[in-house]
């Protein structure tokens, strides 16, 4: 920790003399500085008793990150260091009054934390009406992008979309993954952009373009997963079998460019799959209540995120990805819109194996 209590004040670790009465602000007990050659001043309890905010462990990193942020988030308000907040037992690495709106809370995280305590955390915040502004070290940079890491961090912001946040304290720039989007094929993208002052935050940019999807290789590492047997396909592949289809023969109808927000688990394309093969197979009319059932269903048999992540819902990227399956199957003659909802009109075309696909269409 940065602050400690002593005879009265709070004192700043960057200033502070080795003195033996120094107290943690939050359960008063002993706390000893900490002065290094590597590591900038912090304080440390002498004995690690059972305080509830205590992160013990700091990491120069940590140390010099939540300076630094309090500088970089200066313009937006009066920041504190290390605010406590008795009434949820919890701390935030960096505060900031913004008068007439919502306080920030940030967290630096450098270290591992579990999903619960994220929830927790946030939630803590949240309920004091609080914006809970997540923040993430080096550990997180080097990561691949990866729904564990979505699922905790990740929130929308106005004209970026989808976002995670990370300070490099070497760079001392903030690095934004905006537009974070789940490619047809599974594969999760994001565009980075590198602040070096807040304001920059109210200039969004641009999603960058993203690939075409190469239908024809998508089809051929079907395959080639399967007979890997690649565990994560077993379940669609068994699904499917019952039905008589061999998922890597699925009707180019059910193949698309688009790219929705990251909960689709193994991909958008495998539940555009299963959803549209169950839409021919289990009744001639649908309405929306009972396709809406099969989308979740679907959701779930791709290995997706019903539930969407902690601070964003799945509720409207999946609603979105019906809507364009139904509107391609529309479009396609296989299904008719009628006044109370949807007519089979037609069945896609399924080949044994995609081989068809291959030569005919979708090689053009
Ligand atoms: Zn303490």
Redesign the pocket.
């Known amino acids: 920790m940065l602050i400690a209590w002593r005879a009265g004040k709070l004192i700043d670790a960057s200033g502070a003399d080795r003195q033996p009465d120094y107290q943690?602000p939050?359960?008063?007990?002993r706390?000893v500085l900490h002065r290094g050659r590597v590591v900038p001043p912090y304080f440390a309890?002498h004995t690690l008793?059972d305080?509830?905010?205590?992160t013990e462990g700091e990491s120069r990193q940590h140390v010099s990150g939540k300076r630094q942020l309090a500088a970089f988030f200066a313009p937006w308000g009066v920041g504190t260091l290390e605010k406590i907040l008795p009434e949820i037992d919890q701390r935030a690495d960096c505060w900031l009054d913004r008068g007439d709106h919502q306080p920030v809370a940030i967290e630096f995280q450098c270290s591992p934390i579990s999903r619960d305590q994220v929830a927790a955390r946030t939630a803590g915040y949240q309920n004091i009406g609080v914006f809970p502004c997540w923040i993430l070290g080096e550990r997180y940079q080097k990561q691949h992008l990866n729904w564990d890491l979505i699922d905790r961090f990740a929130w929308k912001m106005p004209g970026w979309g989808l976002c995670l946040l990370f300070w490099d304290v070497s760079r001392r720039q903030l690095r934004l993954d905006h537009h974070l989007r789940q490619m047809a094929t599974g594969k999760i993208t994001a565009t980075t952009s590198w602040l070096t002052r807040i304001d920059e935050l109210r200039r969004p940019q641009q999603a960058s373009r993203l690939l075409p999807v190469d239908l024809p290789a998508y089809r051929q590492r079907l395959t080639l997963d399967l007979l890997r047997g690649n565990t994560g396909l077993r379940d669609l592949q068994e699904a499917l079998y019952l039905l008589r289809k061999n998922l890597p023969g699925f009707s180019p109808i059910f193949g698309t460019m688009r790219a929705y927000l990251p909960i689709f688990g193994r991909g958008p394309i495998l539940w555009r799959i299963v959803v549209g093969t169950w839409i021919f197979s289990r009744q001639s009319s649908w309405q929306v209540p009972a396709l809406w059932e099969l989308a979740r269903e679907g959701l779930t048999l791709v290995g997706g995120h019903v539930e969407g992540g902690i601070r964003f819902v799945a509720e409207s990227p999946l609603r979105l990805a019906l809507v364009d399956l139904l509107t391609d199957l529309v479009a396609g003659h296989y299904l008719r819109r009628t006044s109370r909802g949807w007519q089979v009109l037609a069945i896609p075309a399924w080949s044994r194996d995609g081989h068809e696909w291959l030569e005919n269409n979708e090689r053009k």
């Not at 939050?26 to 007990?29: D, E, G, L, R, V």
């Not at 305080?51 to 205590?54: D, F, P, S």
């Open positions: 943690c939050a359960c008063h007990h706390v309890h008793g305080c509830a905010v205590a």
